[in-house]
């Protein structure tokens, strides 16, 4: 029953999480640069781990109940991804190599964690992965609930360490310019799209 419960987590939080999403793509991206790598797998990893538990234990049941919590979310969301949207498109105009971009320019630790926090949880889609979907499955486990649990984090924390450290495999395709052009271009449409879904999602009645 342990473990069929953690596979099961396993499989469902691996499913959840391999997406192409703003989080993903900003992970990709500091790992390309390779700046502050170890610290951004560890919150990202660490606040899944803990949405997951926390809906496990209950919180999905409460957060069910507050719209004008989801609807705040909803809304800072949206702001902070069309924003940082916009400047990923003016990256993609501008071009650059890898070496220019982690060269230059590089991000403090302190910026690095401040939008890696809001890439996570200024997203409404992690509350309603980890803690609604997570955790009202894993509270029909019974006894096996928490080693669902573990499972879902395990998955999570394997994602971003790979996303995070295999990202540098890819370091020779984006010596070229127009590698970097491509994928700030993709990461900001990502992003603006996501945005307009969430406002859409918001002004809908």
């Not at 809906?55 to 719209?67: D, E, F, K, M, S």
């Not at 302190?110 to 979907?133: E, S």
């Not at 924390?157 to 271009?185: H, K, M, N």
Request: hydrophobic fraction near 60%; aromatic fraction near 8%.
């Amino acid at each position: 029953m342990m473990t069929s419960a953690l596979a099961t987590g396993f499989a469902l939080g691996l499913t959840l999480i391999v997406a192409i999403g703003a989080q993903n793509a900003f992970v990709l991206r500091q790992g390309l640069r390779r700046e502050h790598v170890g610290a951004i797998v560890a919150f990202c990893a660490t606040a899944d781990a803990l949405l997951m538990l926390a809906g496990i234990a209950g919180l999905a049941t409460v957060l069910g109940h507050q719209p004008v919590l989801a609807q705040g979310l909803t809304a800072g969301g949206a702001l902070f991804l069309a924003v940082y949207g916009l400047r990923a498109l003016a990256r993609a105009r501008r071009g650059g190599t890898l070496g220019a971009a982690a060269g230059s320019a590089p991000l403090p630790l302190g910026a690095a964690m401040a939008q890696t926090a809001a890439f996570t949880l200024l997203n409404p889609h992690v509350y309603l992965d980890t803690v609604l979907l997570v955790g009202s499955v894993g509270a029909q486990m019974g006894e096996a609930r928490w080693w669902f649990g573990a499972g879902a984090a395990s998955a999570s924390l394997l994602w971003f360490t790979a996303l995070g450290y295999g990202a540098r495999l890819l370091a020779p395709v984006f010596a070229r310019p127009r590698a970097w052009q491509v994928l700030d271009a993709l990461i900001g449409l990502t992003m603006l799209g996501i945005a307009a879904l969430l406002v859409k999602r918001l002004l809908s009645p």
